[in-house]
């Protein structure tokens, strides 16, 4: 096996939906294990496509402007080229700052809509994933001390990046900008991992789905300590959690042992299922309990410890009450509260039809189809133009009119480009449309001669 290597990234994006929006810029810098820089850092401007209408809101963050990205950007094609053949690379673990959540479903989008496999570039050939937001929320909760911890105006802990490197006094050259962000990073894994070296080579070590079922184990119930956002600033977002039973895709439903079973127990799986799914304001107006339990994805590197982690003094802290803890556990493996969420954790989750670009998760590829991806996307536009690759998933023959639209829009017949630039003027419109009430609000705010906001109206009324 080679040695392992960290690489750090981050990115800048057009919106928060990776089905609809597009990767801006992304940036990282790879380390040894022990977080020393190797090689440049990397900085990719990723061309916009003309069809993609930003959010106005993410490119006032930024500063980026679809614009920008035109003049100094690569294409997405070529981007997503040099991220698989020099970043993720055989060994390295690709850690990031709520990359799980985020950037990573950006990277499994953008590859699947040119033709790389979307999930081997995170675990194929010693490859893996690291998140560093949960990590310092546990590291926060259980181990605090000697390190700066900022909090917002009421008091209550905040998590952010650019706030934690200002609390230890690192460099943030810019926030939200990719690079700027990196080098934080990095900065701030280093600082955790000098401060609390135990915490963060354990942490490390139990990243995977195989080392975290030596801690959450449903065929071995006990609690544990588990740090997600779901649960709120007041706990430090961290709670103790018992295993109840796996769920669909062979995640397990972890259970909140704060929250008192018998307030589920009479409840019907109906009652239960309408209950995950209800709005807060609306649970709250009807008097009724939070859902109890969620989703906890082994291959997602959640941040979990052992229960015998939580000290008296730690839980006090926290205003966990480590008496009920200990009832709640034992009332659960007596009642039926258990089978109830595994009927309902267990169910198909549904994945609406709609544009091709966002249906990865309709269902995995054939081998046979994705044997012929590679000659995809290393096809020249002079071989695009007659290729036919003949896919059995439907998906992919759509893509691919998509892909030699953006790729070889020379090599277009009469039809394709007629069918390409009606697709993207009636994209183009109802984006238009969506953020058009944001656009007014912003405009107001931030005023007529705002560049950002005058660059996105231009492009935004451009004609395709």
């Not at 449309?433 to 005023?447: D, F, H, P, R, V």
């Amino acid at each position: 096996m080679a040695q392992q290597t960290f690489f750090f990234y981050d990115l800048e994006t057009s919106g928060k939906d990776p089905r609809t929006h597009r990767i801006m810029q992304f940036a990282g810098q790879r380390t040894d294990m022990n977080l020393n820089p190797l090689g440049d850092p990397m900085n990719i401007v990723v061309r916009l496509d003309r069809e993609i209408i930003p959010e106005p809101q993410a490119i006032l963050i930024t500063g980026i402007t679809p614009q920008y990205t035109v003049e100094h950007g690569i294409p997405e094609r070529d981007a997503i080229r040099r991220i698989m053949e020099e970043a993720f690379t055989s060994d390295t673990i690709a850690t990031g700052f709520n990359n799980v959540r985020f950037d990573d479903e950006f990277m499994r989008f953008t590859a699947y809509r040119n033709f790389h496999d979307p999930y081997e570039w995170s675990w194929y050939e010693g490859r893996s994933r690291w998140d560093m937001l949960d990590v310092v929320r546990l590291v926060r909760a259980l181990k605090p001390e000697g390190i700066g911890w900022p909090v917002d105006q009421d008091g209550k802990p905040i998590n952010k990046l650019g706030p934690l490197a200002a609390a230890n006094n690192l460099s943030l050259e810019r926030a939200h900008d990719a690079m700027s962000d990196v080098f934080s990073l990095i900065d701030i894994a280093r600082l955790i991992r000098d401060r609390r070296p135990k915490m963060f080579d354990f942490l490390l070590n139990h990243r995977l789905k195989n080392d975290v079922a030596e801690i959450v184990n449903p065929n071995s119930p006990k609690p544990f300590v588990y740090a997600s956002g779901i649960y709120g600033a007041d706990c430090c977002f961290t709670t103790v959690a018992y295993p109840v039973g796996f769920g669909q895709n062979k995640s397990v439903i972890a259970y909140d042992l704060r929250q008192d079973p018998s307030l589920y127990t009479s409840m019907t799986v109906d009652e239960l299922r309408d209950l995950r799914f209800m709005k807060r304001e609306d649970r709250i107006g009807r008097g009724l309990p939070p859902f109890p339990a969620k989703h906890l994805h082994g291959n997602k590197c959640p941040a979990v410890a052992p229960y015998g982690a939580l000290t008296g003094d730690i839980a006090q802290r926290l205003g966990l009450d480590k008496a009920a803890i200990a009832r709640h556990a034992a009332q659960i493996s007596i009642s039926n509260i258990g089978s109830k969420l595994i009927e309902i954790f267990s169910e198909e989750r549904q994945f609406e039809k709609g544009d091709v670009d966002g249906e990865l998760y309709s269902g995995f590829f054939s081998n046979d189809d994705k044997l012929k991806m590679p000659r995809v996307r290393n096809a020249s536009p002079e071989v695009l133009k007659n290729f036919i690759p003949s896919f059995k998933d439907k998906r992919l023959t759509e893509l691919f009119q998509r892909y030699k639209a953006h790729n070889a829009p020379e090599y277009l017949t009469e039809k394709e480009r007629s069918d390409w630039n009606d697709y993207c003027t009636k994209r183009r419109k109802l984006e238009v449309e969506k953020y058009s009430l944001e656009m007014a609000i912003l405009t107001e705010l931030e005023g007529e001669d705002n560049e950002i906001i005058r660059s996105l109206k231009e492009w935004s009324s451009e004609a395709y």
